[in-house]
């Protein structure tokens, strides 16, 4: 793959999703004291380098000029974690892996099903998610997502960013079902 | 040119031929002569070299060939099979022709057998035969004696195998003595600080120990290392050793570990100026290294033992102790019932080295060795050796307080006074007490039972209540008594008062007799309790007593359980540790799964990414060198 | 002298001399000039026929009871006469080469001994008759004659070609020397039969 994207003749432009923007809840839940975020399950419809930008409801294209620059996934975990940590700015977020000792209080797990959109035109994120109890795993809260926004500009770029917003829609709905 | 005339006609140039009479016969003739000679030289040889023709029975004709099957000594060839037939029992009857030079150290001694391939021990031997088919081997006995002047002589039997040879390298033989081959064989290598110094070269059975004798041979110089202290052992295999100290793993060479293998040492301390064992020697063979380095005296006294209660857990080689050190071992335990009176008695006979008490003790010495540590006081007793599975020891120790006793003259050998366990005394005083109790308690039930008790406590009750009564009617007597006094004060004193001093008389005695009964009531009433608080007492000190005795014992159990059960703790902490770091690993979200299912991750990724670039490459096959086409934008 | 009495040439010398006419049997000629000694022609001594016959006859005996060849195979092997051989290659199913070796090496030898021994006697005798058969038989004799040495030849070639050590090796022995002596002198003594004997009128005198 490598050497064909070096053998094409377009250069690609790399984008990256950033944290999205929360204010703070931590007076709400003070009591939490770490939370983690484990590993986010992504389709792999989207585990490409090439972002995936849909064109309708049936088809989707996915792109070579326009890449993310890490992994989806890790993007993915880092927007979750940085905006976690901005609406809880007095807990300790935690990433998974953690060792035995060091489980947090309640961890996140997310598993998407959808998360692309096009210029012009929606983009939606799609999925589930769990909270669970860190000592014992035990389930506390699980939902599922579905967000759409709509995406203004024509430019790949503003369809990144409103991917950001919707990623900020599911910590707060997420914050939401906190105990 | 002739010219008419002839030359011939002139007689006088005619040579004269002269005739000259041949007095030899033509030389020609040496051909056949030569020939004659060369034909008469090569019979005469053939005949020169044609020794004897011998027969042997052979067990089987397995191999031979008449006609083609050789014969040979020391891998030389000196004769050949002639014909093979059967004789008179149906066994093969071979027929050899030998050579003039073997012929002359033949006699009815030698040995002959068939070599085919065999595999035997440490030797595989006879492979050759495989290509050069099987031949007979000879081993002629004597080389002076002559064989008798009959043509066919048969006297010669051949062996089942090849006769077990001595090497013919310098050294010497020697002989061990085992209880069992184990995987020794033939061949079997002997070796010294783990260098082959010899190897086994036979064995047999020896008819009057029941033992195995194997002839071993030693080359030179190893030989002059062997005196009468050397210790032979087995190393075949790996000699593995657990006890309490660690384990220990020991392997003489990997030879050894195949076929077995002998080792020989000869203890340094005591091998200054000890003459070298002559040929033939007898020693031991010990089973491993350490039994070897024991201390074995030779020196044993037997005694029989009787012991009462159960032998549960004493077995045959269990050992002798005194303080701790093996004195000896028990030699048979047997059960010796007497059908016509019943007595069951169990004779334990030992064997006691009395040279582990003392180095200096001559075998003569001993028994009055012995006696007088009877007279000091020892005694033999069943000892526990472990708790855990029960095997008992036999103790010998010293007890100053023993009941005076003295080694008696037994059937067979000599009885060793012994005394009882603490177990058995234990158990005895246990069973004592509990029949005490037994009966003392059924007592007290009987006595309760039989109401005797309820009885005298309502007469006891009834006398009272009389008493009571009497008091009553005995107050009301006085007080009428008083008014009649009053009354006959002045008229009947004199005469009522001599009546009313017989009547206060006849009652204070009365009273007394029922004070009397009371008290003798409560007397027996007391004295029984008594009697009944007394056995009680006794009961309850003895009782104490076997208590105390229980918790001495219990208690050396308990520290030997502690110790345990400390290791125990150890290992079940140790155990705890290995749980919480498996736990720790296979946490979820754990490093090591995250890790994991980020690989299979990547693995699944790439695949996919293969199958792309070949689908790809299936429809463009052009975008290797163009590079692939985009998406257009919409 | 009036007689034509024979003459007599010596080949070396050159000087012819008178023959004597008579001479018994142990009567040889001398030149006179160079002292060659002269043989009437024919000159062929039938002594020297039969004492090669009886040396070849004599040989053969060995020839028979000595091994000829031993072969030996991976160690194992013996050596084998004549007959021994033929009656392996026969057991071992080479009846052909068994029958060859058979017919060179037996028959073809002793059918020549007996065939010049046949031939010396009858000569001796002075048999007038059967004098075509005899010199076909004669002929016969001489032609395959040579062909018994296929036997020697081939212990020859073997024995040369065939050293591989303690794998394979072959060797010749004494029976084979005697029986190439055998056939070496049956050669020569067909070779010193003068077959005009046969044709030629009896006179014994003149013979020797």
Redesign the interface.
Known sequence: MLLLSACSSVAPQYFTLGTPELSSVANQHQSITSIGVARIRLPSLLDRQGMVLRKDNFSVAVSEQYQWAGVLREEFNESLVSGLQAALPSTRVQVAPWQLEQTPQYYLTVSVLAFDGAPQAQAKLRGSWQLLQGSSGRLVKAGTMSFSRAVAGKEVKDVVQVQNQLIGDLIRHVLAALP | MNSGNDP?SS?E???????????W??P??L??L???L??LW??VQNWMQQGTIITVHFPSAEGIDPG?TQVRYKAVNVGKVKSVKFDANMDPLVTLALNRDISDVLDCSAQFWVVRPRIRGAEISGI?TL???TYIGMLPQRVDSELKENETSICYQALEEPPATKPSRPGREFKLMTDSMGSLDIGTPIFYKQLQVGEIINYRLSADSGQVELHIFVDEPYYRLINKNTRFWDVSGIDVRVDSVGAEVRMESLTSLLIGGIAFETPPEQNQSLPVSPSNTVFNLYPDLTSSREKHYQDRLYYTLYFNGSLRGLAEKAPVEFQGIRVGQVEKIKLHLDPKSLDVRIPVLISIEPQRFSEELKLAEAPQFMESLVKRGMRAKLENGNLLTGQMFVGLSLDEKAKPDSIAKGQFYDVFPTSPTPVEELSKMASGIADDLKSTLGGVRQFMESGQLDKTVENANKVLVATETTMTEAKQAVTDARLILQQLQTNTLPGVSSNLETATASLTRALDQVSANVDKVSTTLDGSLKAVTGDLDKVSGTLNQSLTSLTGTAKQAGTDFNRSSVEFDKTVQRLQGSLTHL??LL?????????L?EMM?EV??MS??VR??TE?LQRQPE??????K??EE? | MDSHAPLIHCKICGCVGERPVLLNKYERLYCARCGHQMRLEPHYSLQTTWALLWAAAILYIPANLMPVMSVYFLGTGQPDTIVGGAIHLYQAGQWPLAILIFVASIVVPLLKLFTLSYLLISIQRGEQKHQQERMRLFHLTEYIGRWSMVDVFVVAILSGLVQFGNLAHIEANAGTFCFAAVVVLTMLAAATLDERLIWASVDKNNLL
Do not use: C, E
């Open positions: 011939l007689q140039n005619l040579a004269a031929v002269q005739v000259r009479r041949q007095r016969p033509s020609v003739w051909l056949p030569a020939a004659a060369i034909g090569l019979l083609n050759t290509f050069s088919g736990d720790r946490a979820q979200n754990s490093p090591t799964q995250y890790q299912t991750d699944t990724a996919r990414a792309a670039l790809t975008a290797l060198i163009r590079g692939k985009d998406w919409h």
